[in-house]
């Protein structure tokens, strides 16, 4: 979605003016960038940044021309019903990780600082996207 925003923001019609491929991972993506059966890719940084690193013909050959603003992720959410204990224990864990050394790696292999908690009013910028989206790219 947000590569398509982005797009339709610079003045692409991405009825006309583009084919868009779902290639089913984000390194899929960018290797079909490499392999030349597409002009180019959307991906985010930890993808990117891992196949850069492992392929250095990747790197060498692509490069990240132009990056959106990001918005919230990595959203935990639990089915209601979930056993009240069970959920507190798992939230302290993630609220916690950044506080522990085995936490750290964790989050520094998930290229996160830390889990902050959430609310209705921490993913409205999502909400918003989603509807503006929603309403301006996929069905103009």
């Avoid at 392999?35 to 959307?42: E, P, Q, R, T, V």
């Amino acid at each position: 979605m947000m590569p398509q925003n982005f797009l339709h923001e610079h003045g692409l019609d991405l009825k006309k003016d583009v084919t868009i491929h779902y290639l089913g991972s984000q390194e899929s993506s960018i290797m079909g960038t490499f392999y030349k059966s597409c002009a180019a890719s959307g991906t985010w940084p930890p993808p990117w940044l891992a196949l850069s690193k492992e392929r250095q013909e990747v790197k060498n050959e692509l490069r990240v021309l132009w990056q959106t603003k990001p918005l919230p992720n990595y959203g935990l959410v639990f089915k209601k019903g979930f056993d009240p204990e069970v959920l507190k224990v798992v939230k302290e864990v993630f609220l916690n990780l950044h506080k522990e050394k085995e936490g750290r790696t964790i989050l520094q292999e998930m290229k996160l600082s830390k889990f902050e908690e959430a609310n209705d009013n921490t993913y409205s910028p999502v909400k918003t996207y989603i509807s503006n989206f929603t309403k301006n790219v996929r069905n103009p």
